[in-house]
């Protein structure tokens, strides 16, 4: 069986990858969730933290029905490399303006808060994070530069490779730079999603 999202795009490969590491996992963070928690779908006793900037009634609603859940932590803001608030296009849902004139997107925009990752595991005292899993609209790698040291502890990285360049300047070879090391494969998916481990894995080798 295929299982999509509300875009119609194919998770089926993503879904599969965790599956595949779900016996390594209890933390994970899952950022740019919108009304998602394919985490929870397959493990209920996985500690999850949700990131959604977005503010619509459906993702409102959305975080409101997991507050009663222990071990799910929805945070109705997004993330970047430095604490703001900033310009988010709503059309597309991303922060990234090259983002909109690759889609040829209209420029409906709102100011939402952003955090650090870094702050956020401080805060929150997560002595460990098993998985981060990203998919911001080409907003990866600033969601990466903001967990500063801490995202060395981090044995699985997945980001979405839909567009070469990340954030407003920064290119896919600048992540695969960054991370100079380490193993990236292409677990499918569509767009197509990359997983940055140490670990060696069964799927096409990016770096």
Avoid at 17 to 41: A, M, P, Q
Avoid at 156 to 178: A, L, N, P
Avoid at 186 to 203: M, Q
Wanted: glycine share 4%.
């Amino acid at each position: 069986m295929i299982s999509t999202n509300s875009y119609g795009f194919n998770l089926t490969p993503e879904i599969n990858f965790y599956k595949s590491i779900l016996s390594e996992l209890s933390v994970v963070i899952d950022v740019g969730c919108r009304c998602d928690n394919i985490f929870y779908d397959l493990n209920p006793n996985l500690e999850i933290h949700l990131f959604e900037p977005m503010t619509t009634k459906d993702i409102l609603s959305f975080g409101e029905s997991l507050k009663n859940i222990p071990n799910v932590f929805f945070n109705n803001y997004g993330l970047s490399s430095k604490n703001e608030v900033k310009k988010f296009y709503t059309e597309y849902t991303s922060l990234s303006t090259d983002w909109h004139k690759y889609h040829k997107l209209d420029k409906t925009s709102v100011m939402l808060e952003f955090h650090t990752l870094y702050d956020y595991i401080v805060e929150k005292n997560l002595e460990k994070i098993d998985l981060l899993k990203m998919d911001t609209e080409s907003w990866d790698f600033e969601v990466i530069k903001g967990c500063k040291e801490k995202i060395w502890d981090i044995p699985y990285i997945q980001f979405e490779y839909g567009w070469k360049t990340y954030g407003d300047s920064d290119t896919v070879e600048d992540i695969y730079d960054y991370f100079s090391g380490y193993n990236i494969y292409d677990i499918g998916g569509s767009p197509k999603n990359y997983v940055i481990t140490k670990k060696t894995l069964n799927y096409p080798k990016i770096k």
